[in-house]
C-alpha cells in the first residue's frame, strides 16, 4: 500500500482532473497503482492534452490522497512541477453519444 498521506476532502472550487475510465474497477486500480495511474495520465495528455491543465508537459509529482465520504472514494492528488497547483484526480466515464460524462462530486 502506498505511504502518501490522505488529506481531507477537497472543498468546492479546488482544482481536479476528471480521468476517463472504462469502469469503477479501472478507477480504483488507478488510485491503488502510481505506476499504472502515471502512465494513464501520460496516455491522456497525449491523445488529450486540453483535458489536462496548462503545465502539466512539465512534470508531476502524486502529492496525497482525499476521501470522499459522499463517494465513498479515495481519490489520489498530483501536485505539477512548474506550478506547484495540486489536482485532484477525479473519475470519468463513457455515456451513449461518443463524449465522456463527469460525476457529481
Known amino acids: 500500500m502506498d505511504e502518501t498521506p490522505i488529506v481531507p ?9 476528471c480521468m476517463p475510465v472504462e469502469t469503477e474497477a479501472q478507477y480504483q486500480s488507478l488510485m ?4 499504472a495511474c502515471r502512465s494513464h495520465l501520460m496516455q ?3 491523445r488529450h492534452p486540453e ?8 512534470g508531476f509529482r502524486f502529492h496525497s490522497f482525499v476521501y ?6 479515495r481519490m489520489r492528488r498530483i501536485e505539477l512541477h512548474a506550478t506547484q497547483e495540486v489536482y485532484q484526480l ?12 463527469q460525476p457529481c462530486l
Open 9 to 17: 476532502a477537497a472543498k468546492r472550487g479546488d482544482k481536479s482532473i
Open 32 to 35: 491503488e497503482n502510481a505506476d
Open 44 to 46: 491522456l495528455w497525449r
Open 51 to 58: 483535458l489536462l491543465p496548462a503545465h502539466f508537459e512539465q
Open 68 to 73: 470522499s465520504r459522499k463517494l465513498g472514494l
Open 90 to 101: 477525479r473519475r470519468g466515464w463513457p455515456f451513449s453519444g461518443g463524449g465522456w460524462k
